[in-house]
């Protein structure tokens, strides 16, 4: 069994992957033992991820508030508490709150053989976070 202290875990979700602010809970990194790796990601109102994929896909867990998850082809989905997405593998797509809403998730996502797990992309423009607001479902 391994156990890790919750303390000294928050760090700010970088710019360069992030619009608006977000924090990230880092839970677990792929390594040695398993290739899973997840956090507690929060963000605020309006903040968002950069559109991004992952090599063997992304399972998000909704724990709070009110969010969005949007693929490149053009799907927008409402996500609240509860709610389960799964996001395919190479599927571009950003997830992140409403504009008047926090929104809360944990996100789980495995490394490929080379220890990837994400490729960031560009961000997601004010237009594209406009359309999804009136296009979620």
Same mark, same amino acid.
């Given at each position: 069994?391994?156990?890790?202290?919750?303390?000294? #875990?928050?760090?700010?979700?970088?710019?360069?992957? @992030?619009?608006?602010? $977000?924090?990230?809970? &880092?839970? #677990?990194?792929?390594?040695?033992?398993?290739?899973? +790796?997840? +956090?507690?990601?929060? @963000? !605020?109102? +309006?903040?968002?991820?950069?559109?991004?994929?992952?090599?063997?896909?992304?399972? %998000?867990? $909704?724990?709070?508030?009110?969010? %969005?998850?949007?693929?490149?082809?053009?799907?927008?989905? /409402?996500? #609240?508490?509860?709610? $389960?997405?799964?996001? /395919?593998?190479?599927?571009? =797509?950003? =997830?992140?709150? !409403?504009?008047?809403? @926090?929104?809360? =998730?944990?996100?789980?996502? /495995?490394? *490929? *053989?080379?220890?990837?797990? $994400?490729?960031? %992309?560009?961000?997601?423009? *004010?237009?594209?976070?406009?359309?999804?607001? &009136?296009?979620?479902?």
């Amino acid at each position: 069994m391994k156990y890790t202290r919750s303390n000294d #875990r928050t760090a700010t979700g970088p710019a360069a992957s @992030f619009t608006g602010t $977000v924090y990230v809970d &880092g839970l #677990r990194a792929p390594d040695g033992q398993s290739a899973v +790796g997840c +956090g507690h990601v929060r @963000f !605020t109102p +309006g903040a968002r991820t950069a559109w991004h994929h992952h090599p063997k896909g992304q399972t %998000l867990y $909704v724990t709070d508030g009110i969010g %969005l998850v949007a693929t490149r082809a053009g799907g927008v989905q /409402e996500i #609240r508490p509860g709610d $389960v997405v799964y996001i /395919e593998p190479g599927e571009e =797509h950003w =997830h992140g709150a !409403t504009a008047d809403r @926090f929104m809360a =998730h944990v996100a789980i996502q /495995e490394a *490929d *053989d080379n220890g990837q797990v $994400v490729t960031w %992309l560009d961000h997601v423009t *004010d237009d594209e976070y406009s359309a999804a607001q &009136g296009a979620r479902s």
